[in-house]
Every structure is written in C-alpha cells, then in structure tokens.
C-alpha cells in the first residue's frame, strides 16, 4: 500500500493491493508441528521431548521440591503383531496405544513417541517417588486392555523403565532417557508387563554389556576361550557315560569372566553363532 496525497502532500488515501496468504500460512503451520510431532501418531516427538526435558530440569534448578519422571516404554511382542497381520494393524495399534497413553496421562505430562513402538511419557511435578509407581501400574493396566483393529482382537502389553530427576540430578535429557532404557530392559527381562526403577547397577550392568559385545565381536574365541568337560556319571554303575562342555572366557586383562556375562549378549548380538560353532569344533 501507499498513500496518496493532495497538492499540499496531505495523505488523503491509501491505494495498494490484498493477497490473501492463508494456504502458506497453513502450510507453515503443518511443517512447524511436524517438526516437534510424530507424522503417525500425532504425539510429541524425540525432538520436542527432549525440549521439554531441558525445560523441566530447568525447573528442577529454579524450585527445590520440584521432581520429574520418565517413564520409557516398549511393546512386548509388538514386531509379532507387524509381520502376522501387516505393518497397516502395526500402525493402527501405534495409534490406538498413543491415544491410550495420552488417555492415561494428565494435561501437565508430555506423551512423545520416541520411534518404532517405543513410547515416553514425561511425568511433571510428580512430588515424592512414592507417586510413581502407581501411575506404572495404572498405564499397564490400561494399555493391556484388547484393541479392537481391523475386525481382530488383538492383545499387547509394555514393560516400562523409570528414571526419578530432582535439582541434584546432574544428567542430562540423553542420560536420563538411557537410563530409563536400560531399566525398560530390566523390566523386559523380569517378564515383561511390568516396570521397573532405575538405579546405577542397571548402569554397570549396561556399560558392562557394551564391553562384552565389543570384546566378542573382536573374534576372541581361538585366544581367549576355553572349555571345561564335566564328566556325566551313571548312577547306578559309577561308569562315565558323557561329557558337558562348559564354555569359559579367559579375558587377558579380566580373567576369568563368568557365562553369566557373556552368553546372554552373545545371544542377543549374534554372536552365540559364532561361539556354538567354536564349541562344536
């Protein structure tokens, strides 16, 4: 627009043109909410979530009684359900779990997808741990419910990881959900379709992890492993009728490290293979 003036430079009009900019401006508005919401579910995504994350720990710095919770969730069996009937019921069951935890969770938390089937809820201002719990098992009794998808019934169930965080909690958003990870696979491991709390032997016990899968994935069996034959006797004649081979890893710089330590990663990464094949020649 400009004005237009008389003989004296009086602004007597404006004369200009309108463009009506509302498509862009929607346009706009849907690239700004896809870029902090998961294009599935609608939910917060990893990137809004960990947002939230620095706000409440800024918070946690500001007020002194001030505590959070994350609460880490992954769906039990939830890849069986894809590769039966179709990554379509996959995604609807994603959408009917997210409208559940968002159900479940009062306006002041955060829902966020964090990718695939795992989900955070971000619990604000949840005064003493006591509280949590609770809240854990009001969620997996919620979402262990049937779901209705497709004319199917299907059923599902979550194991949860739980990190607490106050003003005295020097971790930061990635730290905090690592640790709610590793608890959610405590959780996994205890049975499944419960929830667990974090505390730091979870954190030994994954750190510990990451070492031995590393050390396996090094080809250390010619060096370091050994076999152990225990005899098998018959009772009733005392005669040796077999042996068990008991693997054992004889580390250069740990020793001895016990099957507890290895055999469930070996399995996990693949590399039980490997060392089956070792064994049997």
């Not at 498509?23 to 947002?51: F, V």
């Not at 929830?195 to 979870?202: H, L, P, S």
Request: aromatic letters at 8%; hydrophobic letters at 45%.
């Amino acid at each position: 627009a400009r004005a237009l003036r008389d003989e004296t430079g009086l602004a007597i009009r404006l004369a200009g043109c309108v463009t009506d900019i509302s498509e862009l401006k929607s346009a706009q508005q849907k690239l700004l909410h896809l870029a902090d919401h998961d294009h599935l579910t609608g939910l917060a995504n990893r990137k809004r979530l960990i947002e939230q994350i620095g706000f409440c720990k800024a918070r946690c710095r500001r007020e002194h009684d001030y505590r959070f919770a994350l609460l880490f969730l992954d769906f039990d069996r939830f890849k069986v359900v894809n590769d039966a009937l179709g990554h379509s019921v996959g995604d609807a069951l994603l959408v009917a779990i997210a409208a559940r935890l968002e159900y479940s969770s009062r306006e002041t938390d955060l829902v966020a997808r964090f990718g695939g089937d795992e989900f955070v809820l971000l619990l604000s201002d949840v005064g003493t741990a006591d509280n949590v719990p609770a809240v854990c098992e009001r969620v997996l009794a919620t979402l262990s419910q049937p779901y209705r998808l497709e004319g199917q019934e299907i059923y599902s169930s979550a194991s949860i990881g739980v990190v607490l965080c106050d003003g005295e909690d020097p971790r930061d958003a990635e730290a905090l959900l690592r640790d709610a990870d590793a608890a959610m696979y405590v959780a996994k491991s205890a049975g499944r379709a419960t929830y667990r709390i974090f505390d730091e032997a979870m954190h030994r016990k994954a750190l510990d992890a990451v070492f031995i899968e590393q050390a396996l994935r090094a080809d250390p069996f010619e060096r370091e492993f050994e076999l152990y034959y225990q005899p098998i006797v018959e009772i009733d004649t005392g005669g040796i009728v077999g042996f068990e081979a008991l693997v054992r890893w004889n580390h250069p710089e740990l020793g001895f490290i016990a099957p507890d330590r290895f055999i469930q990663v070996a399995e996990e990464t693949g590399q039980i293979v490997r060392l089956g094949r070792w064994v049997l020649e």
